[in-house]
């Protein structure tokens, strides 16, 4: 029996989506179905295939003498524009998208149709779309949601004299928001305009104006994340967490590690400097008195460190997943978030009880928040602004495209 064009088309959309590094819709439509199994080739063996599906199974392919074998290039989403391959086109890396009769328990699919990606066709479809989000790309945190005028005004800098940016969200504008307990591109769901709220931060893509102040928005990727700074109470290195005193709450947090986290050490001298900065945008000079009339503060307090990372919310370009570049608006508030691939990489056993450091996580659940970046070294910053740092996870590319 002959798979019908819009199931055919329906799926193959959806490797495509998968291997090039656009997250999934979670919903009834695109729940994995046992006898169309998508994920990453692992083995091939014989006229057996096996495949880690993207929801973390393994399922067993067995591909017969009629079984139908089609290359689609990763920029292409129609089975039309498919092309013959054979077994031995098939590798270890590829995407593929199998369709064919499951057995009882779903560990095996005797296939009908193999649809393959080349793991270096969707390795390059990745690095065009990370160069598209970086070309076309806008970020910043949302101020207000219009669900009427489907319009969300973005902030894309904490500098009082930033304007604000209007998206606007089209009919066919993708949205997607990150689980709560992830920052990983292929964990985000998909969205509706409502379920973005004030305060969240935001990513999205499209054709700006004239003179940059409106985007007409293709696709959106936005998240609740938490900034957290303070002192460290402890650390316990077995169980891969720290706990910190927040200084906006004065409560302590206890924040979880994985391999994915990202932990930098700022050093000394940079941090003077940009505590020095901070001050004077707060009407201080170097020796904290105030600043003279009609002095430009040489930073903007408070502003995003944004701009030009060239990887996505929450996970490298080269990693599974890509995803879009983000963050927020350009120039000085840039500079911390250029420099943090150069910073040297700390762990968790170099840190020490009462040292100052800066902290993404999730969004958190009952059971705790999860470290998407670290910065240590930040005292001096943080007495001089304690309450007007902010990072993003995005542009701090941590956590980890996963997804990407």
Request: proline fraction near 5%; include cysteine; charged fraction near 20%.
């Amino acid at each position: 029996m002959k798979i019908q064009i819009k199931n055919r088309l329906a799926c193959v959309a959806m490797l495509f989506a998968l291997g090039a590094g656009t997250a999934a819709a979670q919903d009834p439509q695109s729940a994995p179905n046992p006898g169309r199994p998508v994920g990453t080739v692992k083995a091939v063996s014989g006229s057996t295939i096996s495949l880690t599906t993207d929801a973390k199974a393994d399922v067993t392919v067995r591909v017969e003498d009629a079984t139908k074998i089609l290359r689609l290039a990763a920029d292409q989403k129609d089975l039309r524009q498919a092309t013959p391959a054979t077994l031995q086109d098939v590798q270890v890396g590829d995407r593929m998208l199998a369709s064919g009769t499951p057995s009882t328990d779903g560990k095996t699919v005797t296939a009908r149709t193999v649809v393959i990606m080349k793991k270096a066709d969707v390795a390059q479809k990745q690095e065009r779309d990370v160069e598209e989000w970086n070309r076309h790309g806008v970020g910043g945190l949302v101020k207000a949601v219009d669900t009427g005028a489907g319009t969300i005004t973005l902030a894309t800098s904490a500098a009082a004299t930033a304007k604000p940016l209007t998206l606007h969200v089209k009919p066919t504008t993708i949205i997607r928001r990150y689980a709560a307990d992830s920052i990983k591109f292929d964990d985000a769901r998909k969205a509706t305009l409502p379920e973005i709220n004030a305060g969240d931060q935001l990513r999205a893509r499209g054709a700006r104006n004239a003179d940059g102040s409106e985007v007409d928005a293709d696709e959106i990727v936005a998240g609740t994340f938490r900034n957290l700074s303070g002192t460290i109470d402890s650390i316990d290195p077995e169980k891969h967490t720290l706990t910190i005193k927040d200084l906006a709450t004065k409560k302590n947090v206890i924040v979880a590690f994985t391999p994915d986290s990202r932990m930098h050490q700022l050093p000394a001298m940079v941090a003077q400097m940009m505590a020095a900065r901070l001050r004077g945008a707060q009407g201080e000079n170097a020796n904290g008195a105030p600043q003279g009339a009609g002095q430009r503060p040489p930073g903007a307090a408070g502003q995003q460190f944004a701009g030009g990372q060239g990887r996505g919310p929450g996970e490298g370009a080269a990693r599974q997943g890509a995803q879009p570049a983000a963050g927020g608006g350009r120039g000085r508030g840039g500079d911390l978030n250029q420099m943090l691939g150069m910073l040297p990489a700390v762990t968790l056993e170099q840190l020490q009880k009462g040292e100052a450091v800066m902290i993404v996580t999730t969004q958190g659940t009952t059971a705790g928040v999860t470290a998407i970046t670290l910065l240590s070294g930040v005292e001096p910053i943080l007495t001089a602004a304690p309450n007007a740092m902010v990072m993003t996870p995005w542009n701090l590319g941590g956590g980890g495209q996963g997804e990407q």
